[in-house]
């Protein structure tokens, strides 16, 4: 298939509330992960992976990091076919009002769609972690004669009715679709793949239009996607699952984002950020190598640029520029880094201001947290893990779901105890 018939259009997300305070002055897919990497960095290497060189992004809420992200990453030379821009949501004589949905913000983009003359549109969600052959699912959308292709994983039973279900026939035309459905005699009219113990399909909110098509679904009403759009085009399209049986993660809250970013510092993550064959594009920052001063490592993924002093780390991830004091123990925690390395006279002004450096200080005990970029918690601070602790939200910081969150920029003073 000739990829160049392809246009990857990339939804940049709402205002994120459930990632809170994470995406308080950034959108979701800005969002840090893994130490030195952004969740839109996901989607936009699985279409480079694929030949698919023409890519938008549409943005709207907190958008400043992200579109700052995307020109120093996916800057195209003259050389190149494609192109990759950014589609901010804007004011025109023929709508006042910001992106309502997922399919009202792709209406408000038609003109842009229509002149990058694409035969097909594929429809990306920004804040999602997997790696997806989006040639092979474009190719299964012209062979069968589709108008409309949905992503489909297989679920559990359990799992079933916190998606939206869609039922395929036996040449995999989609027949039936329920949201998130509870009601145990629904749930056993929508069984269709041939896993036993997975035998529901979810909608991964990934999606091949003809383009054609897209233009005359988006005519009708309906600014969602998944709610509105796809019931109605089943009703008069023909729409198609692909079923992908990798591993995918929708990462729309503080407990899933906590959960992958840690799975991914075990021996065998079902994510693997190291296929030389497939890498995962970032910003190269240039930054030298971490240095270990004495410290205890297990189970932990570290960024560029990062200074250990006798610390002891366990089952964390520790972002680019981190400083860790003495004698601090680490334990289940994403740390994202910093924007910068203080200078001496920067440090003198902490020591006037009596504020602590960026990074954690020495003599401090962190367990199950977030700590976001360029947070400054100083010595002796006691971050503690209580299972059950109410979800609260303070000046300096956040519990969610028994986590720990705190927010970019945030002061904890010394001997802080949480």
């Given at each position: 298939m000739d990829m160049s018939?392809?246009?990857?259009?990339?939804?940049?997300?709402?205002?994120?509330?459930?990632?809170?305070?994470?995406?308080?002055?950034?959108?979701?897919?800005?969002?840090?992960?893994?130490?030195?990497?952004?969740?839109?960095?996901?989607p936009m290497s699985n279409c480079f992976h694929a030949g698919i060189d023409k890519i938008a992004i549409l943005t709207q809420f907190n958008s400043a990091s992200l579109h700052r992200h995307i020109y120093r990453t996916y800057g195209r030379d003259m050389f190149t076919k494609g192109w990759v821009q950014i589609l901010a949501a804007e004011q025109t004589p023929n709508s006042e009002n910001w992106y309502q949905g997922t399919a009202d913000a792709v209406r408000k983009?038609?003109?842009?769609?229509?002149?990058?003359k694409a035969e097909y549109t594929l429809i990306l969600s920004g804040d999602h972690l997997y790696r997806m052959d989006y040639r092979a699912f474009c190719e299964f959308h012209k062979d069968s004669g589709a108008d409309v292709t949905i992503a489909v994983q297989p679920v559990t039973r359990k799992e079933a009715t916190g998606f939206g279900i869609l039922k395929l026939d036996e040449n995999h035309q989609i027949v039936e679709f329920q949201e998130k459905p509870k009601d145990p005699a629904v749930l056993d009219g929508l069984t269709s793949g041939t896993d036993p113990k997975k035998p529901y399909m979810a909608s991964m909110g990934i999606y091949v239009f003809r383009t054609e098509t897209l233009f005359e679904l988006l005519e009708t009403k309906g600014d969602d996607f998944g709610k509105e759009i796809i019931p109605a085009a089943m009703e008069t399209h023909r729409v198609m699952?692909?079923?992908?049986?990798?591993?995918?993660?929708?990462?729309?809250?503080?407990k899933s984002f906590f959960d992958i970013n840690i799975e991914l510092t075990q021996e065998a993550p079902a994510f693997n950020f190291y296929d030389a064959n497939r890498p995962i594009y970032t910003r190269p920052r240039f930054l030298p190598g971490t240095i270990v001063h004495d410290s205890s490592l297990q189970n932990v993924m570290l960024g560029d640029g990062c200074r250990l002093y006798h610390a002891t780390v366990r089952d964390s991830v520790i972002g680019l520029r981190s400083i860790v004091g003495k004698e601090t123990t680490l334990n289940h925690v994403v740390m994202m880094g910093s924007d910068l390395y203080e200078t001496a006279d920067q440090k003198r002004e902490n020591v006037r201001l009596k504020r602590p450096d960026i990074g954690i200080g020495m003599g401090s005990m962190i367990n199950y947290a977030i700590i976001d970029k360029d947070v400054r918690i100083g010595k002796n601070v006691v971050i503690r893990y209580i299972p059950d602790r109410p979800d609260e939200q303070a000046q300096n910081w956040t519990a969610s779901g028994g986590i720990i969150v705190i927010p970019k920029g945030a002061i904890i003073p010394d001997g802080t105890v949480l």
């Open positions: 018939n392809v246009l990857g259009l990339i939804l940049g997300g709402g205002r994120g509330t459930r990632l809170f305070p994470l995406t308080h002055e950034r959108s979701k897919p800005a969002v840090p992960l893994a130490g030195k990497y952004r969740l839109i960095d996901i983009q038609m003109v842009e769609i229509r002149e990058a699952g692909f079923q992908y049986d990798g591993f995918w993660a929708d990462i729309g809250t503080i």
